[in-house]
């Protein structure tokens, strides 16, 4: 089953590569791939839910490679630093890649979800571990990671609307102000 989500996944991936998020036909995927445009629907309900499932396949391996820089670094804060600049780093290649602008407004929404879903386990993992070594001041683990990823959306809103504009370190203060 999982080997046919990642199939239908690629293929997806490559005619959205290719074509756009709005041109892409599931009808289209369903022939190169020899299944029935209901197997792909068994899978995934919507376009939305397969394109979902690939930029959270993409942000969870970004997230692992985060993972391993990390676990060199000593303080726990660094670590929430390094993360968030990875994540407007991304946020921001991403958007100078973008294309027809209600198409990218589209793919943002459901892209953005897709990160902080896949970031949530290691803001989670590094929260505890910033409470346990007292770095942190945290009450509430599950409603901080809410702030933070409601803090972080916020950012990358602003940097939607304006790529240049360097609002990570306004973001980071924000979350560190947050976290004592």
């Known amino acids: 089953m999982e080997d046919k989500l990642e199939a239908i996944a ?26 029935s445009k209901k197997t792909i629907y068994k899978h995934f309900n919507s376009k939305e839910k397969i394109f ?9 391996q970004y997230c692992i490679s985060m993972k391993n820089k990390l676990n060199s670094t000593s303080s726990v804060q660094t670590q929430f630093d390094a993360i968030i600049k990875q994540v407007f780093e991304t946020t921001r290649k991403w958007i ?9 407004k589209y793919k943002y929404e459901i892209s953005s979800l ?5 970031y949530s386990e290691l803001f989670k993992e590094l929260l505890l571990k910033g409470v346990n070594t007292k770095e942190f001041n945290v009450q509430n683990i599950d409603l901080t990671i809410s702030f933070i990823k409601g803090i ?8 939607h609307l304006n790529p240049s504009q ?13 976290l004592k």
């Open 10 to 35: 690629d293929i997806f991936e490559k005619h959205f590569n290719h074509y756009g998020f709005n041109k892409t036909s599931v009808d289209d995927v369903a022939k190169e791939l020899k299944i």
């Open 96 to 104: 100078k890649e973008g294309n027809d602008a209600f198409e990218f």
């Open 52 to 60: 979902y499932f690939i930029v959270n396949r993409i942000a969870t």
């Open 114 to 118: 897709a990160f902080q879903d896949a």
């Open 152 to 159: 972080i959306s916020e950012g990358m809103k602003i940097i």
């Open 166 to 178: 360097k609002i990570e370190i306004d973001v980071i203060n924000s979350i560190n102000k947050l």
